[in-house]
């Protein structure tokens, strides 16, 4: 979540499926996100920078029930995709910290559709410090150099896959700690309690 002083963007963390490359995450303080995903199906791919607000699950198949409830209860309750995410945090079915190993799923703020919520193909892990997955900018500019090679029919430079971690970065720590707190402000305004 802290970005350095030149305007570089850091990773917060990484998602690492098996056979794939990982995919990185950047996070501002107020919760717009950007995913790169070195690889996929379509290709490399970096999304737009969006609104988007994280969970985190200990399984998979947990993060995959946690946003069908999210559908569920938008659509149901009539309240907003991160209202619905918000509750399921409150019951306990998912957190809004990262750890490694976790399960991670987001929603975009807007309507249901294909992409949201979100729920990544692989596990939670950090990049290690001063690692080419840790610069969130240098990443981004990498990978659209190679989704253009793709396009282009020419030979694509390798993805970044060396240097992650199962240790918690600081970037990973100042969000956990936005987080929380903004849970808790949630969980406030919810309850009617100041």
Do not use: C, W
């Not at 996100?33 to 399984?59: D, I, N, W």
């Not at 793709?150 to 060396?162: E, F, L, N």
């Not at 199962?166 to 402000?185: E, M």
């Amino acid at each position: 979540m802290s970005d350095n002083n030149q305007g570089r963007k850091s990773t917060v963390f990484l998602t690492k499926e098996d056979g794939r490359a990982p995919s990185a995450y950047h996070i501002d303080q107020q919760s717009h996100s950007q995913r790169v995903r070195q690889e996929h199906r379509h290709g490399p791919t970096v999304t737009s920078e969006k609104l988007r607000y994280q969970a985190f699950t200990t399984t998979k198949h947990m993060a995959k029930a946690v946003s069908s409830l999210v559908q569920q209860d938008s659509q149901r309750l009539g309240v907003s995709n991160e209202f619905a995410l918000r509750m399921q945090i409150m019951d306990g079915l998912a957190t809004p910290t990262i750890r490694a190993g976790s399960a991670h799923l987001e929603v975009s703020t807007g309507t249901f559709g294909k992409g949201n919520p979100h729920v990544s193909g692989g596990t939670v892990m950090f990049p290690q410090q001063g690692s080419p997955l840790s610069d969130f900018t240098q990443l981004e500019a990498t990978t659209n150099q190679r989704r253009q090679q793709a396009k282009q029919h020419q030979p694509v430079s390798p993805p970044v896959t060396a240097s992650m971690s199962q240790q918690i970065t600081p970037q990973a720590q100042a969000f956990n700690q936005q987080a929380l707190k903004d849970q808790r402000s949630f969980v406030k305004k919810f309850s009617g309690s100041d």
